[in-house]
């Protein structure tokens, strides 16, 4: 079972692919998409271009996206809801099911603590899946976060 | 020349062709996208078929939308924006040049008053338009507006 964890943005883009076979997991391939500052609606179809391309590659049997919250920038929210938006339709036009996860829910699932802190998460997340160090930056750190939460969840038994 | 609103929402999106002739404004074709509650990918894979199909048939050679504005209810703003995200992304696939308006703009340019209240504005869009009564609902007056206040600037000689 192949597993796609998105961290959205409209600049930046995460994203981490995990395998999991038995109760072994593994990153199958992770990186960041990056737009630069043109027009918004083209910016969102290049978005959409380039995570319809990633959808086709990793072929995932699921996706897990975090829940979007307020963050003090409100107009950073509101460009990465936009983002957000497109992402979940390609999503569901490439037709894997999709979940999506409080920050809260992931830090839970891979730590056992909900409160844990980020560098807990990714000291984890590096561990559970035997990298030899912290995929870098964090947004790629916080998508193969997710997809840890989401193959640690849908686990035969868990 | 053909010019498109769209007032954005994910429940409703309301929009507005306009044709414009020398100084004469005619409405060619307005209404309602309406989606049903299913999954939220689900829901913007179909405003997006919506929207595509829309843009196609009204052929615009211009679109307008509002600018989002942070409701009190937050929750509705992110998923307007999601959805917004996904109108604006079929936009420039479309290839139709993109202005958005800040809601005092539109008042100011349709009532000549940008603290105008929405019935000033809405009998000024019927006027102009030379419709026998208001559209409803709002969502459908208020994407006519934005037709009609970009029509009034884009006019040779505005």
Redesign the interface.
């Known amino acids: 079972m192949r597993i796609l964890g998105i961290d959205p943005g409209l600049e930046r883009i995460g994203y981490g692919a995990v395998r999991r076979e038995g109760s072994r997991l593994t990153a199958e391939e992770y990186g960041l998409i990056q737009t630069p500052r043109i027009?918004?609606?083209?910016r969102?179809?290049l978005?959409?271009r380039e995570v319809t391309q990633l959808l086709e590659r990793v072929r995932p049997d699921a996706v897990a996206t975090e829940q979007?919250l307020?963050s003090v920038n409100?107009k950073t929210?509101?460009d990465v809801?936009?983002?957000?938006?497109?992402i979940?339709?390609a999503?569901?036009?490439h037709g894997a099911p999709?979940t999506e996860f409080a920050p809260g829910a992931v830090k839970l699932s891979v730590v056992g603590n909900g409160g844990a802190e980020k560098k807990q998460v990714q000291f984890m997340v590096t561990r559970l899946l035997g990298l030899a160090e912290t995929p870098k930056p964090d947004d790629v750190a916080d998508a193969l976060a997710l997809a840890v939460c989401l193959a640690l969840r849908s686990r035969p038994g868990a």
């Open positions: 027009e918004l609606p083209e969102l179809a978005v959409r979007l307020f409100r929210a509101m809801a936009k983002s957000l938006g497109v979940l339709c999503v569901a036009e999709w």
